[in-house]
């Protein structure tokens, strides 16, 4: 039911930024993964329903940032500091289903529901 649209994707060289986000149709614990050509899709940061409790996975950390803006139901993925192996497509995701609290975030995508349409994130050389 809910209904999540990523964007903010781009094309950017290595060392620059980028910010993406996503408009959720609810107030739900959410999270940003990735996707590579060929690979698997991977975790890479999660928020609570409350915004106060967050995690990111370490292939990302202290370059990305997740925040939400719960007034506009609004998660953000502030990306700094790019490599090209931070390449892929970038998919917000939102948990429907009961929530063990309000500062509980989630990593595995089998936790989640509802996924994005993607929003393509390519860092050149």
């Known amino acids: 039911q809910a209904q999540l649209v990523e964007s903010g994707g781009g094309l950017v060289q290595a060392g620059g930024s980028l910010r993406l986000s996503c408009k959720a149709s609810g107030r739900y614990p959410l999270g940003w993964f990735r996707q590579a050509p060929g690979k698997e899709r991977e975790f890479v940061a999660g928020?609570?329903?409350?915004?106060?409790?967050?995690v990111t996975a370490d292939s990302v950390k202290g370059r990305f940032t997740i925040s939400r803006d719960n007034a506009e139901n609004t998660v953000y993925l502030q990306m700094n500091s790019l490599k090209p192996e931070d390449t892929a497509v970038y998919y917000c995701?939102?948990?429907?289903?009961?929530?063990?609290?309000?500062?509980?975030?989630?990593?595995?995508?089998?936790?989640?529901?509802?996924w994005g349409q993607g929003t393509q994130v390519t860092v050149s050389s």
């Open positions: 995701a939102g948990r429907g289903a009961r929530i063990s609290g309000v500062n509980t975030y989630y990593t595995q995508s089998r936790e989640y529901e509802q």
């Open positions: 928020i609570s329903w409350s915004g106060l409790r967050s």
